[in-house]
């Protein structure tokens, strides 16, 4: 199978603090990797699509500044709170795609989550 | 602007069958996917529809009509571990995914 960690898996940080997650693709090369943030009770919000070696692209009204994302090589990308605010706190999730695949078929492998609390 | 509309919670008995239903408005569509989501766990791949026509994996079974931009999730032989949230998710002009609203499916013995 595909399988995506994160780390950490939970978080808890202080107001203005920064905070690194982690997401890697454990058994593929993932060309692209992508940064959801979730609410309780809420969808997944896409923040941000990460390409190994460019800059990421972010979704419209999330800022760069803030949430500075790095896809240093094809397993791995991180994804900084900067400035940690407590309405940053929420289930950050990371997934990814395989490289290659062509067809009628298309999946995004997810990690398990990161659970940020900001106090 | 984009918008998936999924009703917000469905309840159903053991061993029924359930129906969710997805409608789509987006800029570009190559595909409508399902995922299934435990509370706190991560978003798990169900199905993927690229072409009209109904997909079946198992108990579980999905549909597509591109003209109607609509899907639907189809549920067989309920069990109590199906208690989750169903997101669908189109894959429009490239490869990013929009989630639907979600619904919460919640199965009673």
């Known amino acids: 199978g595909a399988v995506v960690s994160q780390h950490p898996s939970w978080v808890i940080c202080k107001s203005g603090t920064s905070v690194k ?19 309780p009770k ?8 990460s390409n190994e070696g460019s800059k990421a692209t972010y979704e419209q009204g999330v800022e760069k500044d803030k949430f ?20 940053d706190s929420s289930f950050y999730i990371c997934s990814a795609i395989r490289g290659g695949l062509a067809g009628s078929t298309y999946e995004q492998y997810f990690g398990p989550g990161t659970r940020l609390t900001v106090t | 602007g984009q918008s998936l ?40 791949f169900l199905s993927y529809n690229a072409l009209d026509g109904l997909e079946e994996t198992g108990r579980f079974s999905s549909f597509l009509s591109r003209s109607d931009s609509y899907g639907y999730l189809l549920l067989q032989e309920l069990q109590m571990k199906d208690s989750a949230s169903y997101f669908c998710a189109v894959r429009g002009n490239t490869d990013k995914l929009i989630f639907g609203t979600g619904t919460r499916l919640q199965v009673f013995p």
């Open chain 2, 5 to 44: 509309e999924q009703p917000s919670e469905v309840t159903a008995v053991e061993g029924a069958i359930v129906q969710i239903n997805c409608t789509y408005q987006t800029s570009g569509f190559y595909g409508l996917s399902w995922y299934q989501q435990h509370d706190g766990g991560a978003p798990t």
């Open chain 1, 68 to 87: 500075l994302i790095n896809h240093a090589s094809l397993t791995l990308s991180t994804l900084t709170v900067t400035s940690a605010h407590p309405e």
């Open chain 1, 42 to 49: 809420q969808s997944l919000m896409l923040m941000a699509t």
């Open chain 1, 21 to 39: 997650i982690e997401c890697r693709s454990l058994d593929f090369q993932a060309t692209t990797m992508f940064w959801y943030r979730q609410f």
